[in-house]
């Protein structure tokens, strides 16, 4: 028996180590969440977002008045905005445990996580530029600007990848208690679709398609953060099923 | 006693394979999307937005902001559809990475070219449509700054040379020391022309007109004729691969 | 043109009871080294082909321009450069005709040698490069200086890919269990291949008048 423990030990640390590992990526997520929400407050280009067709010399006045704020709200975006990666990196770990015919699905949707997270790094990038020399002549900072928030709003692609691998690995999940509920597959599926209209940001400056309009901004906004908290509860789940799991059979 | 001499297995790993579900349906659903979207690649980028084949970069800023004028609409269409599937480029990646898993070699080429072209995408492909879409977005901007952003689309563009120069080395090298033949070794020699072609293509920065500049003969034309040989190559041989992959075949994950 | 001297060779010089099991089984006509290899020479020939036909239009485009530059390069250089090569590519033919013989000991000298020209091509044409570049004749001076710089760049691209395929030849003749002819046969392919583009690159952009 004795020797029975010895083999199996490192294998069990390695599990909980693993769960561990898992539990933390999870937790940070509200953690970003609430350092997130103090920045969107923050940014005083977000309440309510500015609009596409302010004339160069407001946009240039926009950011000297409000220098501080902006530059505090962007330098916590710089340094938290990559801070939901641990948190995405936990689908595709999740992705893998499932009873998929092979890991394709995860691999693409981690290709798709890295892309996005980087997008989403040079769009607050471009709104420090900006503000670092406010007096810079209006058309260059209006440039700024238009880079910084087409950046943010149109680039849904890689959303909708992710959603769509995402509901796909769910669906061929063969588990006979499969990792994720098939609704949260459907619920990937309307997250991919309400994000879609976003990508027209680049196109229109006014209407509910623009940057500030109600489909592209409040409410993509608002499917981004729903999809993060569904799919928290559901990862916290995933997880401690997992650990007992493990534990069951250990 | 014959209890200890079996090694424990992973109980996750285990329970994956126990109940994995047959056939190859999603490593399928990845590769046709591969046809499909290069063909609204190549409807966006050739049909549309006008970036292939790129229009010359020794233009005067007036016919710079003609260009941009008179391709408005469809720069406009072309690249907010690019915003919608440039996501699906990603799952190109993880099935040629998940094939290149099941190479004697190990994971760790397979994780360098997931990397190397989700860094890639953005220069090389979504940032010549930030570039364009900006500077149609508001046309009265000052002509410089369209320019500039004339410049700066295609240069990223056409220019992005090492994201994919080292997705090409690490490719070819994952093949030519690969041991299960998961592709010929002649892809491996095919993939090598598109490390050349990425170097022969450094003096973009340099020309303005001539074989070396953005459009030019060797930089541009020759360039993207390697790049769509190779692309069809790997088409057939992941279609192969797929097809001639054994239904339930575990592959190493570490 | 080296290539098919061996392989002519192979047939009427080869003693039966050197050959090793492979050759035994081959096919009187097969292919030297392997399909692969022949995939990767013959496509790069074509792509080689194509660089030296747009240098020719662009040439006939300017060609003072293109007769005037070619003065300040150094014929000398690379005619040296072209007998560097040469000597390495009749090593390489030599080591094939040695492995086939089943001489390994001699196959990994002349393998080596045709490696350590192969080094003292690139140092050669490091030292001719330093020397334009002093003189002031960089990539960007004119079309045949960026033609110049570019398509001898490639070329010692090609050399250096070289060296990392005689260096496998040379692991795989050092073991026993390793040994295939084929391999050396490949390894020869792509070093001729490489000697065979020089010969071209140097008549272009050296020699025409």
Known sequence: MSVQAEVDQPLIGQHNNDITAQTVSLWITPVSGLIFLAAFLIFPGFRPPMSPSMPADQVAAFFRDHTTSIRLSMIIFDICGVMLVPFFMLIVVQMKRMATPSHVFAYSYLSGVATGATLFAIADLFWLIAAFRPERSPNLVVLLNDMAWIVFTAPVGMLIAQNICLALAIYMDARPMPIFPKWVGHFNLVCAAVMTPAACAAVFRTGPLAWNGFVSFWLKISMFSLFVIVMFFMLRIAIKRQAFEEKGVA | MTVISTPATPTKAVDAQKYRRPGKLDQWICFWSVPIFFTLFGLIFVALTRVMPPPSPNLTTTQVLYFFHHHALTIKIGFTMLMVVVGFASWTNGLVATHMKRMSVGSVWAYGYIAALAVGAIPGCIFAAFAFLTAVFRPDRNPHVMVLLYDMGLLMFIGSLGCFAAQYLIFALAILLDKNKIFPKWLAYVTIWQVVTEGLAAPVFIFKHGPFAWNGAISFWQGTAIFVFWQVCLLYLLHRAIKDQPLGEAVQDI | ?209
């Open chain 3, 1 to 209: 043109m080296t290539l098919s001297t061996d392989a002519s060779a192979l047939s009427t010089a080869m003693p039966p009871e050197n050959a090793s099991v492979e050759d035994a089984q081959r096919p009187k006509d097969y292919l030297p080294g392997d399909f692969n290899m022949w995939v990767f020479v013959l496509g790069d020939m074509i792509i080689f082909a194509i660089y030296f036909i747009i240098f020719m239009v662009e040439r006939t485009r300017d060609r003072t321009l293109f007769l005037a530059s070619q003065q300040h390069l150094y014929q000398t250089i690379g005619l040296i450069n072209t007998l560097v090569l040469l000597t390495s590519s009749w090593c390489m033919a030599r080591a094939v005709r040695a492995t086939r013989s089943g001489n390994s000991v001699q196959a990994l000298r002349l393998v080596i040698g045709a490696a350590f020209c192969g080094i003292a091509f690139i140092a050669i044409k490091v030292v001719e490069w330093s020397l334009e570049i002093h003189h002031g004749y960089t990539l960007p001076r004119n079309d045949f200086f960026t033609f110049y710089f570019m398509l001898t760049g490639v070329h010692l691209f090609h050399v250096v890919m070289g060296l990392v395929i005689l260096g496998v030849v040379v692991r795989e003749l050092r073991n026993p269990d390793l040994r295939r002819v084929s391999m050396v046969e490949a390894g020869a392919t792509y070093w001729h291949m490489v000697d065979l583009l020089w010969i071209v690159l140097f008549a272009l952009i050296y020699v025409m008048r």
